[in-house]
């Protein structure tokens, strides 16, 4: 295959993918519409999603708070701006580490399962079942994921920065020395509404495209265990390089509504 | 059989093409079936009889050909337009396709909740029915992987009973069951058939089964339909394939 070839094919699949992928969003969405929401899958979902992720998200903010605030107090230190590890820990897990790194552990733990689950109703006809049945797999499935992620990321979220600010709080002022009146004021002087907003508008997006990218791998899946396993692995992938790439082009358009440190 | 000839056709296929990997699984395959009949499907294994019949529900598009079902062509029917058809049909699935995130009860309650039925009183009344039907009553707790194939097979066809569709397909519903089940199953069809007028279609490679069911007999050979008749026409052709379908001889070197 020449270079030139395989770069068009490259984009051609691409291009395709995207179009899959905002077809399923279309489908989902036309499910909305048509009042096919059934709000015990939903809450069964609020659970699965939100609630039984929490561990995972609240050790991952907490530690990450922690370890960034050390990092940076010792480089702040030299300088003498001890005080100011407080906004520059809080603003950073607000706007990147917070969405970021809480988008990516979900990734892995829900959008893993979503897959594996939806794979495997595939492979074992299951999917056909439901269709045959007269219901439709994105009604039933997807559009369940797709409210429950809406409710649960900003949560999640939400809770991811708190604890990583507490944390870096509690290390900074106990362990570090640093004084807690002129840290915490210090904080909140640069930490505003902006930045909330930025981190949860984040959060959603990322958790949008989990559900769908993941949901669409499981639909698509083929070829037995082999293809269920293979349908995993490339929803963890695809969804965690998304969340990187579409992090930089949504910090770069979101800083145009919430500019920060202003 | 000829009190058939004269009722409503219930589905009509014409020149049915499928391809599959690149090999045409059917290559202008017809058939007509009577409402209130039992339509007999046999044919090779990985002949195309369950591609077949997955067209008739829309679970597959095909290439081209036409499929019309209670007067209404489905092919050019979007998914979300194919419910209120998929709604008066039943399909058996081949391993069964039971939900395996619910229990036996309510693989069978669900299409009567997704139907909009809240009375739990009397989903529990239907449900009970079902799995009596299919000699299964008392087993609604268990979960799908706890129970054996043959019976797996007994709560789908229960699910696909409950809502009592018009027209079933049956995918091999008597492969894998003991003799003694697979005759009930039998005469479950045939029940069906005589006291609800449910039109059905049933693939299978069981010959007493389908002489004990059929009111008409295809042979699905080689994408096309070889044969299309009756039990005693089946029986007594003198075609070759038919023959060899029929007594199961393979010709091969021992």
Not at chain 2, 1 to 22: A, D, W
Not at chain 2, 29 to 37: N, P
Not at chain 2, 169 to 178: F, K, N, Q, R, V
């Amino acid at each position: 295959m020449s270079l030139p070839h395989a770069v068009g094919s490259t984009i051609f699949s691409f291009a395709r993918y995207l179009g899959d992928l905002a077809l399923l969003a279309a489908e989902t969405l036309r499910g909305i519409v048509k009042g096919q929401i059934r709000f015990r899958l939903v809450i069964q979902q609020i659970y699965e999603i939100g609630y039984r992720s929490q561990l995972v998200v609240l050790i991952t903010g907490g530690f990450t708070g922690a370890v960034f605030a050390t990092q940076t107090f010792f480089q702040f230190h030299r300088l003498e701006m001890d005080t100011a590890v407080g906004p520059v820990v809080s603003v950073s897990m607000f706007r990147e580490l917070g969405p970021v790194l809480c988008g990516l552990m979900v990734a892995g733990r829900v959008g893993a399962a979503m897959s594996a689950e939806l794979g495997t109703m595939k492979v074992t006809e299951q999917i056909d079942a439901l269709r045959a049945l007269a219901v439709h797999p994105v009604d039933y499935l997807v559009l369940p994921r797709f409210l429950a992620m809406l409710v649960s990321m900003p949560l999640l979220v939400a809770e991811c920065i708190a604890v990583g600010i507490v944390a870096a709080y509690f290390v900074t002022t106990q362990i570090l020395g640093v004084s807690e009146v002129y840290y915490l004021s210090n904080m909140l002087h640069f930490t505003g509404g902006r930045d909330v907003a930025m981190g949860l508008i984040k959060g959603v997006v990322f958790g949008v495209l989990i559900v769908f990218i993941s949901c669409h791998q499981g639909l698509n899946a083929r070829e037995g265990a082999v293809g269920v396993g293979r349908a995993t692995t490339e929803a963890v992938v695809i969804g965690s390089l998304f969340i990187l790439i579409v992090n930089f082009f949504l910090t770069m358009t979101l800083n145009i509504f919430f500019p920060a440190g202003k | 059989m000829s009190q058939y000839f004269h009722r409503k056709e219930s589905i009509v296929v014409e020149n049915l093409v499928q391809t599959i990997g690149g090999q045409e699984i059917l290559r202008g395959f017809s058939l007509k079936v009577y409402e209130g009949e039992t339509l007999v499907l046999l044919g090779r294994s990985g002949g195309g009889k369950s591609v077949f019949l997955r067209h008739l529900i829309g679970l597959m598009q095909p290439v081209s050909g036409s499929i019309v079902v209670g007067g209404r062509d489905i092919i050019a029917l979007k998914e979300r337009e194919m419910a209120p058809v998929r709604r008066s049909m039943g399909m058996l699935f081949q391993n069964g396709a039971l939900f395996d995130s619910m229990s036996v009860a309510d693989n069978v309650a669900f299409p009567l909740r997704e139907r909009g039925e809240t009375d739990e009183a009397v989903v529990k009344t239907k449900v009970e029915g079902a799995l009596q039907m299919v000699d299964l009553d008392g087993q609604q707790k268990k979960m799908p992987v706890n129970l054996s194939g043959g019976m797996r097979k007994r709560v789908a066809l229960a699910r696909a009973l409950v809502n009592e569709p018009r027209c079933m397909l049956y995918d091999e519903p008597t492969a894998g069951l003991d003799p003694i089940v697979a005759d009930s199953i039998d005469l479950l069809i045939r029940r069906l058939q005589r006291k609800l007028g449910v039109t059905s279609i049933v693939v299978t490679h069981d010959m007493k089964s389908a002489f004990t069911i059929a009111d008409h007999v295809a042979l699905l050979h080689e994408g096309r339909c070889y044969f299309y008749g009756t039990c005693e026409q089946l029986r007594d052709s003198t075609d070759p394939v038919i023959r060899d379908f029929v007594q199961g001889r393979s010709h091969d070197e021992p």
